[in-house]
């Protein structure tokens, strides 16, 4: 029985859209727990992970273990798993992350998802024990889903390929920034040697030998780096003074001060975004498959 809902316009959620979107549903269940599975979705799959897990939990309760007990908070940011008492958060399942979600329609206790974990990016299938409301949880966790997706559209979606080249943009400019941080240094550089050699030129009046390196004219070679120094030059006219670099401090070579990406209006997108709107955008289009199936196959199966 496939219940897959496809973002369909006629379908009748059990809940309304701002308890899920201001607030969260809450559900009591028992943890099997969870374990990893090689596909994102698959009947198949998630019967196998429930058969092992509830072997698993049968061997512990013959122990004298017992099945420990979480609540559930379903929300369009996720599917929180908490210690009922302490509201200590156990696992935090994204809903762009969750692939497949699947209850027994014989056994309405138990029911499973399969959730792709956001470090080890490993698909681990989350198997429970509910109360006789596993559609009820399977079909909140599927609007949820269907919310979230409206809302990633409307928040910005839409304008994924607009903020990619924005990101694009800003990693431009730092480099720039950078290149034009390498040239104000090389300046300041040659403005050094430039004073260096002012303070070893010979003092006023001082009359020095030609330099053999002149050329038939009597005239020095130009040189981008060659002394100025305060004494008249052989027409009489002062050199230009060495312009000052104090005010140039917070200012690149083209007078303008440096541009810091994050100060301006795109600044309210995080360095990362491009890869995180990808990931919510290849969830999103994996799309959440709902399904009913069987997964008592025989009588160990029947109790847990």
Not at 27 to 44: C, D, I, M, R
Request: charged letters at 30%; aromatic letters at 8%.
């Amino acid at each position: 029985m496939n219940r897959a809902f496809s973002r369909k316009k006629d379908k009748t959620w059990m809940h309304t859209p701002e308890a899920l979107s201001k607030h969260y549903i809450p559900y009591n269940a028992k943890f099997l727990g969870s374990t990893e599975v090689e596909q994102p979705k698959g009947t198949e799959v998630v019967r196998d992970a429930v058969r092992k897990l509830k072997f698993a939990r049968h061997i512990k309760k013959s122990e004298g273990q017992k099945t420990p007990k979480v609540e559930l908070q379903i929300s369009i940011y996720g599917v929180k798993i908490l210690d009922p008492k302490t509201k200590e958060v156990q696992h935090n399942c994204q809903l762009h992350r969750i692939s497949f979600c699947a209850d027994d329609k014989t056994d309405k206790r138990i029911f499973t998802f399969i959730c792709k974990d956001s470090e080890s990016n490993k698909h681990l299938c989350y198997v429970f024990d509910s109360e006789k409301c596993a559609e009820e949880i399977t079909l909140t966790i599927g609007q949820a889903f269907d919310l979230a997706y409206r809302k990633f559209l409307e928040s910005g979606g839409k304008d994924v390929e607009t903020r990619k080249q924005i990101a694009g943009l800003q990693k431009r400019i730092q480099e720039l920034e950078t290149e034009n941080t390498e040239l104000k240094n090389k300046v300041q550089d040659l403005e050094n040697q430039l004073r260096i050699t002012q303070v070893h030129a010979p003092p006023a009046g001082c009359v020095t030998p030609k330099s053999p390196s002149t050329d038939i004219f009597d005239m020095v070679p130009f040189s981008p780096i060659s002394p100025q120094s305060s004494t008249p030059t052989r027409n009489g006219t002062q050199p230009p003074p060495v312009p000052s670099r104090s005010a140039e401090i917070k200012r690149d070579l083209f007078g303008a001060e440096p541009f810091d990406p994050f100060s301006c209006g795109a600044g309210d997108f995080p360095p990362d975004i491009q890869s995180k709107l990808d990931e919510m955008q290849e969830g999103f289009k994996m799309g959440l498959t709902l399904e009913g199936t069987v997964f008592c196959l025989d009588p160990l199966d029947s109790r847990c």
